[in-house]
């Protein structure tokens, strides 16, 4: 459990008075402060059997992604009214330590420049990794492992988060109500049943980053052949069916022609790869149509992203035109992420300049790539600028010659575990990672192999769940209620 009052008091409360338990093994994520445990020792020495503080305080949520679990982290570091964004940062600084120990590397912290929050955070971590690395069980130094950490903010990329994903897992969690990653769905016979998207499930994590026009029912069929046999697997195959229809139903109903939109405005060419001169003329024709709010009020930052700013007025005439005049913080609030968003009606930020994937084989409407994906794949061939990408602290060997590190390695590596002997990338992203750039990992890793990316964040986010923070940053700590939600609750 957390070392944190509350935990502990409500531990002390199963033993206190009468105990539910004959004895208990405690296992602290973190370390645990005096008082709590002197506390806990006081009410409970008799029943502890075990504990131990284990140095873990993230949460692995795939093999190559990790979460801090607090998306309250957003409104901490980007709402102005925020009191508690020094503290945020320190925690998340805390959490990164434990991943690193856990993954026992001691790596050289980079954050992207420009950014205030990344190079705070980069700052903390690497002072407490030092602390943390002083001296090992046989009271040597650690020395740096061949491993970089990047600390870069949400602010990098606006993008990736809103447009409408095409591949499987990110397309399923924007457009279908996956909560807690469970998918809820009736059976044939009408019953309501449900299925854990994870690790577990094997034909999910082979298909998850599968662009949805592969998953077709042959596809499926072939690849339950070639998996170990197992009666799940016929569950497995009846609920991706299931999944991916539902997907297609959304995609038939709307979101294929919004895709066209959305990709012409991203990437700024369209299908034949002519520029894009006048993005009005995209973005009206969704503005025109029954489409939802949201998909409105995504597709108008696509085009505002695009044109790397507006001016007020033109601002003010699309906030008409979705008619959201009562919400336009869906839109304002954006200049708090720093980077290149309207900061008085005018942008200031220019666009990063982005790698020529032109002779890359993509479906139309999945042209866009996301920028973390060109940052890992320059970080992996040490081709990042040294004035964009400060180092906060002195870079490991393997990371600081001028060839690409997979040169370094004596061998490529043929599997997972082989892996282990090459570099890692650590990256992390202050206020939320999309599930198109968790992809971006395992595809960079898949094409290096000598290189482990690993990326994480306080959070995962979709693309409403980033509308309704943005929205609610201007909202006081104590204000995030809805109405609805207040009277529920």
Known sequence: ?????????????????????????????????????????????????????????????????????????FQSIYSPKSQDKKKTLETLADQLVTLCATLDEYPGVRYKNNMVNAKALAELVDNKLAKHYELDDSGKKKDKTQAQLLIVERGIDPVSPILHELTYQAMAYDLIDIQNDTYKYKAKDGSEKQA???????????????????????????????????????????????????????????????????????????????????????????????????????????????????????????????KIEDEREFILNWKELGGPYHHIGIFFSRKPTRRDRSQDQTYNLSRWTPVIKDVMEDAVENKLDTTEWPHQSECPAAWNGSGAVSARQKHKASSQDDRRTGSRLIIFVVGGISYSEMRCAYEVTQAVKSCEVIIGSSHILTPTGLLNDIKALSKGPMETFTIEERSNA
């Open 196 to 322: 854990l998207l994870n690790e577990d499930d094997m034909l999910w994590v082979k298909l998850r980053h599968k662009h949805i026009a592969d998953i077709t029912i042959s596809n499926l069929a072939q690849m339950m052949k070639k998996m170990p046999a197992f009666r799940k697997q016929v569950t497995e195959k009846t609920i991706h069916l299931q999944l991916a229809e539902d997907c297609m139903q959304h995609f038939a109903n709307n979101v294929e022609k919004l895709c066209k939109a959305e990709q012409d405005l991203a990437v700024g060419l369209d299908v034949e790869g002519v520029k894009v001169k006048d993005p009005m003329r995209t973005l009206l024709p969704v503005l025109l149509n029954p489409y939802s709010t949201h998909d409105k009020i995504r597709a108008v930052l696509l085009y505002i992203f695009s044109l790397n700013g507006t001016t007020d007025e033109n601002l003010s005439k699309l906030i008409q035109h979705v």
């Open 1 to 73: 459990m957390s070392p944190t009052a509350k935990c502990v008091d409500a531990f002390i409360a199963d033993f206190k008075t009468k105990p539910k338990y004959k004895a208990a093994y405690v296992y602290f994520t973190d370390y645990c402060p005096d008082d709590l445990f002197n506390n806990m020792k006081m009410y409970c020495a008799k029943y502890i059997r075990v504990c131990k503080e284990i140095n873990m305080s993230f949460m692995p949520q795939e093999a190559q992604v990790f979460t801090c679990d607090n998306p309250g982290a």
